[in-house]
């Protein structure tokens, strides 16, 4: 299901949402609407650990402030989502900090758009495989493989480091957590830990060393195999250069 937020207290969006409507109905792609009147009530939701993967925002009169706070709201907990912004006008006033902003015209033609919600469909869905998405008691939080450093066990809980050094607990078991990762970059260490290979320095007495510092210790058995993991994931990497 896809979740879309949509901003808009004078009713300006409503072709827009038609279109969108439309578009995903086509595939039967199920979708789920929640409406705000302004920018703050939807940054409180955001900050209340409520994730959507499509928010849709009308600018007033080049009033952007309250945009680009919620806009950083969204980026510290969701480094995936899409914004669609209906501004009067294409201009470089409109300039916001983060990526994954698409800004349509308020008298843009229903061709452009179609054009741009496709273009937006598509992108979603190709983030959607690069993106795991996880639940606490905090909320949910969706983060990009290439993002995760690294993961270990403590008690019933699992513990994301993601990039910034910051850590999220989840109520799950490794096993589950390396049976739902689609993405092969991942390795399962001995001794309770699942590693980012993109965040590997070495292997060194007896223990991978990541970038970060940080060790985890292996078992003699396998010191071969993880180095051979290692190579050949850098192999892979430089040829798709």
């Given at each position: 299901m896809i979740k879309i937020a949509v901003c808009d207290d004078k009713n300006e969006a409503v072709a827009l949402i038609e279109k969108i409507n439309e578009i995903f109905e086509k595939d039967e792609t199920m979708i789920r609407m929640s409406y705000f009147k302004n920018a703050s009530l939807l940054r409180y939701e955001v900050e209340d650990r409520v994730y959507f993967d499509l928010y849709i925002l009308v600018i007033q009169h080049r009033q952007t402030e309250k945009e680009k706070k919620l806009m950083k709201a969204v980026r510290e907990r969701d480094s995936e989502a899409f914004f669609l912004v209906l501004a009067d006008k294409l201009e470089p006033t409109l300039a916001f900090p983060i990526k994954s902003v698409q800004i349509i015209k308020k008298n843009a033609t229903d061709d452009e758009i179609e054009n741009i919600?496709?273009?937006?469909?598509?992108?979603?869905e190709k983030r959607k495989k690069q993106c795991y998405i996880m639940k606490n008691q905090a909320g949910t939080w969706r983060i990009l493989y290439k993002d995760i450093q690294s993961i270990t066990h403590e008690g019933k809980y699992s513990i994301f480091l993601v990039q910034g050094e910051r850590k999220i607990r989840v109520r799950k078991t490794l096993k589950e957590i390396f049976e739902e990762l689609t993405?092969?970059?991942?390795?399962?260490?001995?001794?309770?830990?699942?590693?980012?290979?993109?965040?590997?320095?070495c292997v060194n007495n007896g223990a991978i060393i990541m970038k970060n510092g940080d060790k985890f210790w292996i078992s003699r058995a396998k010191i071969n195999y993880y180095k051979q993991q290692i190579q050949k994931y850098r192999g892979e990497k430089a040829k798709k250069r």
């Open positions: 919600i496709e273009d937006v469909k598509a992108a979603m993405n092969y970059d991942f390795i399962w260490i001995d001794r309770g830990t699942i590693c980012n290979l993109a965040f590997v320095e």
